[in-house]
T-cell receptor, first 108, second 113 residues
Framework: KNEVEQSPQNLTAQEGEFITINCSYS?????LHWLQQHPGGGIVSLFM???GKKKHGRLIATINIQEKHSSLHITASHPRDSAVYIC??????????FGKGTRLHILP | DAGITQSPRHKVTETGTPVTLRCHQT?????MYWYRQDPGHGLRLIHY???????DKGEVSDGYSVSRSKTEDFLLTLESATSSQTSVYFC????????????FGDGTRLSIL
């Protein structure tokens, strides 16, 4: 069993829809990360969370430490949000475990 | 964006040849990492460095070596490339004060024929 599981693997939605991507993990962590990888390949860090909720523009990330679960939400989705979203957890310095990613496609 | 440059960005070579990928940073970060990304897998750590001349293995280090002679450069070498090493390779850096946050390079697409 993978230590970090993301769902769904693929998601296609219409522009303007509210998007939720889920991440579950099975190990103790010091922090959880959400990353975005655009079709060109570059990877950008969106959020780092150790508790609660963070918001940046139309993106919201939440984490429930007790349930070992995090969600990434996108409000008013736009085609430029199309990307692969990666959940990763930090267990200790240098030990980061990455999920396989969720491929999001927003249709205009 | 963090100043990280990977070179080359694309490379095609033959089985058995040596290959070196370079990661250059202008952020003076202490920690540097090499990952590979393959379909069906998350990013996997190959090697990392926690200072000049200080390196350690990650989870998929077999067939790879690294060197860090200067803070700004971290080299990944495939001594004798195999087709299983065809992948996209990412370099990442992180600050000493917050080692859990990493900034990524744009990746190197390597094809071993």
């Amino acid at each position: 069993k993978n230590e970090v599981e993301q769902s769904p693997q693929n998601l296609t939605a219409q522009e303007g829809e509210f998007i939720t991507i889920n991440c579950s993990y099975s190990v103790g962590i010091s922090a959880l990360h959400w990353l975005q990888q655009h079709p060109g390949g570059g990877i950008v860090s969106l959020f780092m969370l150790s508790s609660g909720k963070k918001k940046h523009g139309r993106l919201i990330a939440t984490i429930n430490i007790q349930e070992k679960h995090s969600s990434l939400h996108i409000t008013a989705s736009h085609p430029r949000d199309s990307a692969v979203y990666i959940c990763a957890v930090s267990r200790r310095p240098h030990k980061i475990i990455f999920g396989k990613g969720t491929r999001l496609h927003i249709l205009p | 964006d963090a100043g990280i440059t990977q070179s080359p960005r694309h490379k095609v070579t033959e089985t058995g040849t040596p290959v070196t990928l370079r990661c250059h940073q202008t952020e003076n970060h202490r920690y540097m990492y090499w990952y590979r990304q393959d379909p069906g897998h998350g990013l996997r750590l190959i090697h990392y460095s926690y200072g000049v001349k200080d390196t350690d293995k990650g989870e998929v280090s077999d067939g790879y070596s690294v060197s860090r002679s200067k803070t700004e450069d971290f080299l990944l070498t495939l001594e004798s490339a195999t087709s299983s090493q065809t992948s996209v390779y990412f370099c990442a850096i992180s600050d000493t004060r917050d080692r859990v946050t990493q900034h990524f390079g744009d990746g190197t697409r390597l094809s071993i024929l």
